[in-house]
């Protein structure tokens, strides 16, 4: 008993001086370009976490389809024990270049950079955890850790969906290892994405001679779109809007083409089925005649991360330990914004998502993260991790 109280005590002392190698590690990273048209930067940022991982003992695999990015997918096995999956992605949303035009820095206590926030910083503070468990003998966690490098993209080229739910299998806890809110809070609940895009076949003609031999595709869109802005139901938290049309070549002829893009989401998987299913309805449904009327990507692309039991029961055991640790106790929130949090916990897995570091920006030239926090949540997770005998 002993032995494995000052076992964790050198654990987290441990990670109280890691500050600097975090952030060295953090700059090394967030300088690779890895945004969806810079594969070979994907590929380099799992190269180095997964020879990161090797040294520590783990099994590593990448897991690569031609053309796509890559999936990382480590093991350090210890059978029997407490099994945890640590979930993530590599990719960032920012283009190639963007590295080069502002590069990793770190003024008044923030670190700045393309992914520092999403989802780097939380990557290498998941790395330093690990470390520091396996550097000073913990042996009582089976770990596993997958990353995937097309989580910006929902995942159009891999079989990351299936990959997430097959590691969330049997897990005793799952940490997706996105960024923590401005307040500290980590996510609990995350809605989950349809994308329909539908495209409506009109008729042309002129619009001054003869617009009765028109069927116009703009105004077939029009009523479908007011039609599809009816179906929010905020009370549940199931929200439509239709953000992209185009449609028409000039003011004066009838326009036989219009698309609208849409963006649908939702709580739970009932809501889902019949989100998709309203939309279909609208799409059947003809307003102006002569219209037709196709639609794609009415499908689930994220599942909605739901409030299980057991992710509550986890949220409360992870906050729990701040105050052992002197530190403020994290909330939980319930976010808009879809994540790869919601695969493992389809499998039953109590999961928590928004464990990194705290910051804000994400996917803007302003994102940050608070430095202090890379050590604060690392405390916190491993923390979490030698305690899961108490969830």
Known sequence: ????????????????????????????????????DALAGINAVAQRIGAFLEVLGFTVEYLETDGAPVQLLARKAQPGKKQVLFSGHMDTVFNQGTAAVRPFKVENGRAYGPGVLDMKGGLVMALYVIRALLENGWQETDMTVLLCGDEEMSHPFTDAVAQFKKAGVGKDAVFNLEFGRVDGSVVTGRKGTTRPTLVVEGIASHAGNEPEKGASAILELAQKTVAIHALNNFAVGTTYNVGVVSGGTMA??????????????????????????????????????????????????????????????????????????????????????????????MT???????????????????????VATLTERALLLASCIMELDEL
């Not at 050198?10 to 890691?18: A, E, T």
């Not at 039953?348 to 608070?370: K, N």
Request: hydrophobic content about 35%; overall charge negative; proline content about 5%.
């Open 1 to 36: 008993m002993q032995r494995r109280v000052l076992m964790k005590t050198k654990i987290l002392d441990q990670i109280r001086g890691s500050e600097q190698g975090m952030l060295q590690l953090l700059e090394e990273l967030v300088n690779i370009d890895s945004g969806a």
């Open 252 to 345: 004066n002829i009838v326009a036989d083409k219009a698309v609208g893009e849409v963006d649908v989401r939702f709580k739970t998987i009932v809501e889902a089925e019949k989100s998709i299913a309203d939309v279909q309805r609208i799409v059947e449904t003809n307003y102006v005649p002569h219209t037709k009327t196709t639609v794609t990507g009415n499908v689930i692309k994220f599942m909605p991360f739901e409030t299980t039991p057991g992710v509550q029961r986890l949220y409360e055991h992870y906050a729990s330990q701040a105050e052992k640790l002197g530190l403020a106790k994290p909330g939980q929130q319930y976010v808009g914004g879809a994540s790869d949090a919601a695969w493992p916990a």
């Open 348 to 370: 039953g897995a109590p999961t928590l998502c928004g464990v990194g570091p705290c910051g804000a920006g994400a996917h803007s030239d302003s994102e940050y993260i608070e």
